[in-house]
């Protein structure tokens, strides 16, 4: 009884959570904008004014080719694509206006339709994959992708790694703080200045290898954002339409000042040593340059003023034509005009930030069709094959033989001691293109086989030293009444040890679940995503973190329960069923009445 208690105090504690969230929420229901939607020309922006002139040069331009290959010369079978006839794309879903995933599940943004207009004019299909900014490059050069398109600035490091077309966009970046901070320009940034920044970024290149800094390294823009909003960070250096993205009227932060992005453009990566891959998209680029379809998609998506003196495609490309930009941001902020949002205040921002109705309210849909159902395949496929592999390894290490106990020993060592993410990665990029046969070049078993081969290292430990804290006189007791060493472990030992575990094998279990958010790392498609993965999309459509805690309540609405049904299983394994031998039935008690 009192496991059932336990359980309905859950039930209640999470519904009383969620009643909180709506109340809270039910203030907020004001349906936030979609940034990952094109703004169109109404958003036009004209060039920056507050530029750091110091670094705002741009660099030689020693990579845009000179013409490209008509398109009626390109062989697209001669391209080397991973699949024929299809581009492979490895994007990301968290950087809008650029590349980001809209509330269709569709992987989108300027760089995304970019590719598919480029792509049509080859006459090929295009899949986009959702991976991580940290190993888009690597994913490109082993081949996991044909093409990393993700607002990649082209720097010389860069291309040590991948190949790189022509540009297709000019990206400025800026410096954003709070607007209390003494921080007013990139001048201002010294040792004692806590500076965000995307891990493997341009920006992060430049505050580490411009500025000699530091950096505070995220791993997206709206966590950066986030933290720099809430005083953990001083200073956030990031691509300028993210950061006129992400701040919104009655924000404490502004930005400050603005440079030029290092090596003058932003390109998609190849593989390097597929030039014809290269020099096909180029010739695509040139041509969606000449018939207007560049100019159309830049003013819908990311409406911004050039820098002078650069253009898009190769050096022959057509100049662009593109509406005045300076002109008609000019008309949407007439000159004099002061008026500012009111800032919010602190608590109002938390509470926008984390208890946003509508958003929870719009997550819920993909979380529950999505992102759970591909949760759950994952952990319990992880789950049951590391069960069976953490088994062996136990009864491997605790044999008698050298020979079984060493290479256990070494493989939970070796398995425990990376990090999760490692282990994904190895079994993702290494195996990945020497099975890509029988999965289709299609991560997702693959992140599976990596989460089951992480468990059994923990999960064999577990065992074992359940197995290794039965009494040795339980063996000894087997063997004395006719049992085989064999059959005395499997009957008598080894259930015995399992049910001491059971608790610190639930705990692995509720690990794994949410561990297998970490095989976005290896490039899903938008129908693969996890909940984490389903939340943080959401999450970078609106700028807002509720989506990220909707996740979370789902993760809770998993472990909480499996943590008490594990308790329940416990106790019962140890304490049995209550003893009702010494209770009477009815007809009994009556004739001990009568008797008596």
Avoid at 455 to 471: L, N, P, T
Avoid at 490 to 511: E, K, T
Wanted: proline share 6%.
């Amino acid at each position: 009884m009192s496991g059932s208690r336990a359980v309905r105090a859950w039930v209640l504690a999470l519904l009383a959570m969620l009643l909180a969230v709506v109340a809270v929420g039910c203030g907020r229901t004001s349906t936030p904008t979609d940034l990952c939607s094109p703004p169109g020309v109404g958003a036009a922006a004209a060039a920056p004014t507050n530029l750091d002139t110091a670094a705002a040069s741009a660099a030689e331009d020693r990579y845009t080719t000179p013409t490209t290959k008509p398109l009626d010369q390109i062989d697209v079978n001669a391209l080397g694509l991973i699949t024929p006839g299809k581009i492979s794309v490895g994007t990301l879903s968290d950087a809008p206006p650029s590349i980001c995933v809209d509330s269709s599940g569709t992987f989108t943004g300027f760089d995304n339709e970019l590719l598919r207009a480029v792509a049509d004019k080859l006459g090929l299909q295009v899949e986009f994959s959702g991976t991580e900014f940290a190993g888009l490059l690597s994913q490109v050069a082993n081949n996991r992708f044909d093409v990393g398109s993700s607002s990649i600035t082209t720097t010389d490091d860069r291309r040590r790694t991948v190949g790189f077309t022509n540009g297709y966009d000019f990206g400025y970046f800026s410096l954003v703080t709070r607007n209390d901070s003494p921080v007013k320009g990139f001048a201002d940034l010294d040792a004692g200045t806590r500076i965000g920044v995307v891990q493997g970024t341009v920006q992060d290149d430049y505050v580490v290898n411009t500025l000699g800094l530091d950096p505070v390294k995220f791993p997206d823009y709206n966590t950066a954002y986030a933290n720099l909003k809430s005083g953990q960070i001083d200073a956030w250096v990031a691509p300028s339409q993210q950061a006129e993205g992400a701040i919104k009227p009655g924000d404490p932060t502004s930005i400050v000042q603005n440079t030029f992005s290092l090596n003058n453009y932003v390109g998609w990566a190849v593989n390097k040593n597929n030039q014809a891959l290269v020099d096909a998209l180029n010739s695509g680029l040139d041509a969606v340059i000449a018939d207007g379809t560049w100019s159309r998609l830049y003013s819908d998506w990311v409406p911004r003023q050039l820098p002078e003196g650069w253009k898009p495609g190769s050096k022959a490309a057509p100049e662009p034509q593109l509406p005045d930009f300076a002109a008609l941001a000019a008309e949407k902020a007439p000159e004099g005009s002061t008026e500012q949002a009111q800032q919010k205040s602190t608590l109002a921002q938390l509470g926008e930030t984390f208890f946003d109705w509508e958003l929870y309210r719009r997550a819920i849909p993909d979380l529950l069709t999505t992102g759970l159902p591909n949760t759950v395949i994952l952990a319990l496929t992880s789950g049951v094959v590391g069960t069976v592999l953490g088994m062996l390894l136990a009864i491997a290490g605790i044999s008698r033989t050298r020979w079984l106990r060493w290479p256990a020993r070494v493989y939970t060592d070796v398995f425990r001691g990376l990090p999760a993410v490692v282990i994904i990665l190895i079994v993702g990029l290494g195996v990945g293109p020497v099975v890509k046969g029988l999965t289709g070049n299609n991560p997702y078993w693959l992140g599976a086989a990596a989460l089951s081969l992480l468990a059994a290292a923990y999960i064999g430990e577990i065992f074992r030293s359940g197995i290794q804290s039965v009494e040795p006189g339980q063996l000894e007791a087997a063997r004395a009444i006719g049992f085989s060493h064999r059959r005395a472990m499997n009957l008598v030992v080894i259930p015995q040890g399992v049910r001491r575990v059971l608790p610190a094998l639930m705990n692995q279990f509720i690990s794994l679940i949410k561990d297998s958010s970490l095989i976005y790392f290896l490039g899903l498609l938008a129908t693969q995503r996890e909940l984490f993965a389903v939340g943080r999309d959401l999450n970078a459509q609106t700028g807002n973190l509720s989506p990220l805690v909707a996740a979370g309540l789902f993760y809770l609405a998993l472990t909480i329960p499996l943590t008490h049904l594990v308790n329940y299983i416990d106790k019962r394994l140890r304490t049995g069923k209550a003893d009702t031998s010494g209770t009477l039935d009815p007809l009994e008690q009556a004739i001990v009445v009568e008797r008596g």
